[in-house]
Structure formats: structure tokens, C-alpha cells
């Protein structure tokens, strides 16, 4: 059976533009910090894609996970030693509904 | 979808990027650290937060007309504290939970405060005392969007519902009484 899942588009606020592969160390940092290996791996996390141009991202989740994701992308203030935001814009059920 | 309030933006300069995040209206509260009885202010202009370590003095501040928020962060032991519950439950008065110090810690820090504060809000919610979640944001960092706050509060052990309730329904009862 097709399992559902849901496709968080979220916004990188740093004082610098960071690139793709940041971005993705950056994201499971985040989910790590908060959920560890074992939440990340129950939301069924995985990160999609990166936009360097406009610094959006897509995160991949299970639907009970979302809150759980939200707040983990939402708890990440600092990155190596800079602040840092990570802003969850649009929740979809469709990856090409994002736009990214 | 409901007004979102936040009761407590450090910054006043945020205001119009808190807007621009989803918040119906921000406010800056007057925070009084609380050391003695003089400390609690009799007559206030908006809303008044306190906070300090002694309990016994929170809970006369709960007393007074012009105190609208209690910070309990700073109590030793606060996430058991139901004198403190009580009393703020009895004379219809909000805890305020600044989610700054759970974003802007770390580690077993951070597990620590969701530890607490996981205990204080299911307290809260079983002897009736309200509860608002803020953010006390001194930079565009520390800013969320309600959505983001929800979330949040969700994993300190909230519902949905009562984390949406706590910036709305319930900010907008204690921005009345203010």
C-alpha cells in the first residue's frame, strides 16, 4: 500500500546565503537535535530539495509527524555559531504543489 | 481562523515582522522582576509580566489588579509548584511561557526545559489556570509564526486545540482585562 506522506516547504533565514548541501545538513541537524535518530526516523523524515536562489527547502514527513517536524525545523536558532530561522511556509501532500 | 496574539515581543521593532508572519497584534510587557513586596506594581499602563524566585511573592502579585502575566520560569521547582497554580487559576490571572528560553538553549538544557515544562502545563491544565504562550523576541530569529508556536506547544504536551487557545482565545482575555 502507498503510504501518505506530507511535504513541508520551509524558508532558510541566515545572515548568509547557504548552499544546497548546507541546507541539507542543516535540516537534519535540526530534526536530529529535537526528534533524534529514532523520532526522525518514526516521522519518516527525508530532505527533497533546495532552492539556492530564494533559500526554501522541502522536507518529506508522515502526516502524524507534521507538528512534530514543525517544532523541530521551528527550535533551530544557532548553526555553527550563527543564528539562524527556519521558517515552514506551505504543507501539501503534493511536492509539485510547492513550487520549489 | 482565530486573532493571534503576542503578549510579550521584547523588541518593539518587530512588531511589523511579527505582522507579516500570521500575528493579529504583538504587545511589549512590562516586565517586573519581583525581589520584595514594593517590587509589585499597584497601578499599571498595559500589561504587566512578573517573575522572580520567590513564590510566596508571585502568588501576592496575583493579588494585585495590575499584574495580567506571571512568568514562572525562575522558581525553583516551578513545574510543581500548585500553591503557585492555584493561585493564579483562583484569581484569574495567565501564566506566561516565554518559548525564547526553549529556542535559545541547547542540549540537555533544552531537554531539561521540556521536562518542566511538559509537567507545569499538564498541571496547569488539571487545576485550571491559564496559560499563554509568548515569545519574547529580541531578534528576527527568536520570531515564530503562530503555526510554528502550535507546534511548540504541541510537544510541551499540548493539544492542538489548547496551544491554538493559548495565543488566541486566551491572549485575548487577559489583553481585556489589561
Known sequence: MLE?????????E????I?????????YEALFEFLGEQGTAHARTQFKAFSEERQEGVVKCSPESVEEVIAALAAKRFWKKEPVALRVQKISGAIGKLGV | MPAYHDLNLTNSALAE???A???SSTQT???????KLQDIPRESHGLVAVEGTDTELLRQACKRESVSLVNPLKVPKFYRDDGLIRAVAENGKSFELPLAELIRTNYVYRARFLVQARAFLARCVKLRAGVVLTSRAKETYDLKSPR?????????GLSKEQAEYSIS??????????
Open chain 1, 4 to 12: 501518505k506522506k506530507r511535504y513541508l516547504l520551509y524558508k532558510v
Open chain 1, 14 to 17: 541566515a545572515t548568509r546565503k
Open chain 1, 19 to 27: 548552499s544546497a548541501d548546507e541546507a541539507k545538513h542543516l535540516a
Open chain 2, 17 to 19: 515582522r511579527a505582522k
Open chain 2, 21 to 23: 508572519l500570521g500575528w
Open chain 2, 29 to 35: 510587557s512590562q516586565v517586573v522582576e519581583v525581589r
Open chain 2, 148 to 156: 510554528e508556536v502550535m507546534a511548540l506547544g504541541i510537544s510541551m
Open chain 2, 169 to 178: 482565545k486566551r491572549a485575548e482575555q487577559v489583553l481585556n482585562r489589561a
